[in-house]
């Protein structure tokens, strides 16, 4: 069973739209949440993280983390089609050094 | 800044064949990883060590064999390549605990059995 849910798989929004995406954890120890971005072809790289309930904004990108509901959202706004790429969760449970991914969600943006 | 080298990029096998793949960090992280990627979906986490001659299973684990000789080097091996597999490993490198844990990735090692 997957540890961490990732929704939705795919997702298209136009140029300039908002995409919105998110992550779940079944694994009630769970204390640190990260977004990562792969591009076709490309290894991940890191986005955001986010450890403390509430909202980081960074730029065109927003995370939002509920700790009780152990659910994180990763919003883009005036998306691009640079944008377009696979986006991963993980979480990490205390300092296990176990970090373990969601199946991603695939986000295509449209010119 | 450092680098995550892997070897080799492209690895073909045959059935059955014990097939070993490579990563060198030099950012002197303690912890590394090696995760797998099927058809350009999410990464499942196969073996990580926390130090050197550390080696902790992941969700993947059965099939594979990983070392970690050195701080610097972690090695996987596929113990019997299965028939038509396809998928892309890839490393991955942190400083270990907590916030600290974003992870550095190599470029992969593309594995193809015939």
């Known amino acids: 069973q997957q540890k961490v849910q990732q929704s939705p798989e795919s997702l298209i929004v136009p140029e300039g739209g908002m995409a919105s995406l998110n992550c779940t954890s079944s694994?009630?120890?769970?204390?640190y949440f990260w977004w990562y971005r792969q591009h076709s072809g490309k290894s991940p790289k890191m986005l955001m993280s986010i450890f403390s309930n509430g909202e980081k904004e960074e730029g065109r990108f927003t995370v939002h983390l509920n700790k009780a509901s152990l659910h994180t959202s990763l919003h883009i706004r005036d998306s691009q089609p640079s944008d377009s790429a696979l986006y991963l969760c993980a979480a990490l449970t205390g300092n296990t050094g176990k970090l373990i991914f969601g199946l991603g969600t695939t986000l295509q943006v449209q010119p | 800044g450092g680098i995550i080298t892997q070897t080799p990029k492209f690895l073909i096998g045959q059935e059955g064949q014990k097939l070993t793949l490579k990563c060198q960090q030099n950012f002197n992280h303690d912890t590394m990883y090696w995760y797998r990627q099927d058809s350009g979906k999410g990464l499942r986490l196969i073996y990580y060590?926390?130090?050197?001659?550390?080696?902790q299973k992941g969700d993947l684990s059965e099939g594979y064999d990983a070392s970690r000789e050195k701080k610097s080097s972690f090695s996987l091996t596929v113990t019997s390549a299965q028939k038509n597999e396809m998928a892309v490993f890839l490393c991955a490198s942190s400083i270990p605990g907590g916030w600290q844990n974003t992870l550095y990735f190599g470029a992969g090692t593309r594995l193809s059995v015939l």
């Open positions: 060590s926390i130090t050197e001659n550390d080696l």
């Open positions: 694994d009630r120890n769970v204390d």
